[in-house]
C-alpha cells in the first residue's frame, strides 16, 4: 500500500512553502491522480485521502464552503471514492466541516505560532499572514468534532483546547443523520457501492478530458463492468458530451436531483454504470 502527498502540494507556489497560496493547477491536479491511479494498477494499492489532522478542511480548500458547500463536499467524496485503493475519511468531512478563523491567540498549533512570529518579523503585512493561515493551518481540521447543536457541539461539558466552530449549529452530525440528502448520508452511498461493486475495486482506471478545465472525468472497467465518473470542479455550469453509449447508462449517484445529458450544474457530480459492453 502506497501512501503518497503528490497532490497536497499543488496550489502553493513552486519552491515555497504551504503557506505561499496559489491557484490550484485543475489539469495537473488530474494528471497527478491519473499517473497514480494507472501506476499502481495491478502492482500496488493507493491509498485515497484528501484530508487529514495537518490538512486544512477540503471542502474549504478544493470545494466551496460558502453556496456550494453540499455540492462540492458531495462532489469531493464522489471524486475519490469513484478511484481504485483505500479512501479515507477524516472525522468531519462526511459532514462537511469546514475550516474555521480564530484570532491569532486562539491558536494551538506550534508550526502556525511559528509561521505567524517568523513572517511577522520578516516583516509580512499581518493581513497576507492570516489568509494563509486561515487557509492551510492545522488547527482548521482539528476543531471538536460537531455532534449536535448543543453546547460545545456535543463535543465535550469542558472547556475543549480549540474553540468549536461557529457553524456547529447548522453542521452537526445529528442534523445530518436525520436529513436523507444530507452529505453523511451521501457518504453512506458511496461506502454501500464500493463493497457491492467489484469495477470500484479491481477496475483498471482510464482519465477522459484531460485538457478540460472544468471537468474531471475518467472511466473504470473489468470484463464485465464499466464505471464512468464526471465531476464538474467549479462553480460555474460546464458541458460534458457524455462518451457513446452512455447516454442510457444507469445513474448510480448523482449530487444533483437532476441529473441527465451533457449539462452539468455547478460543482455537479455524477456516478453512471453499465455492463461491460453495453
Known sequence: M??????????????????????????????????W?????????????????DLPRTVSRWGDDGAYRVQSAKL??????GMQGTPYIYQGEELGMTNIRLPMDAYRDVETLNLYRARIAAGVPEEKVMASIYARSRDNA???MQWDSGPAAGFTTGTPWLPVNPNYKEINA????????????????????RKALPVLSEGDFTL??????????????TAEEELLVVCNFSG??????????????????????SATGEAFHPWEARMLYRKAGG
Open 37 to 53: 491511479q494507472t501506476g499502481l494498477h495491478g502492482q500496488g494499492w493507493n491509498s485515497l485521502f484528501l484530508n487529514n489532522h
Open 208 to 221: 477522459l478530458a484531460e485538457e478540460d478545465p472544468q471537468i474531471f472525468a475518467y472511466l473504470r472497467r
Open 76 to 81: 469531493l467524496a464522489t471524486l475519490l471514492h
Open 142 to 144: 482539528r476543531t471538536p
Open 2 to 35: 502506497v501512501f503518497q502527498f503528490e497532490q497536497m502540494g499543488l496550489d502553493q507556489q513552486p519552491g515555497g512553502e504551504k503557506w505561499d497560496l496559489a491557484p490550484l493547477p485543475f489539469v495537473e491536479l488530474k494528471r497527478s491522480f491519473a499517473r
Open 236 to 257: 460555474q455550469p460546464a458541458r460534458f458530451p457524455l462518451p457513446e453509449g452512455w447516454e442510457e447508462a444507469k445513474v448510480l449517484l448523482a449530487n444533483y436531483r
Open 174 to 193: 445529528a442534523a445530518e443523520a436525520a436529513d436523507e440528502h444530507s452529505i453523511f448520508h451521501y457518504y453512506r452511498r458511496l461506502i454501500a457501492l
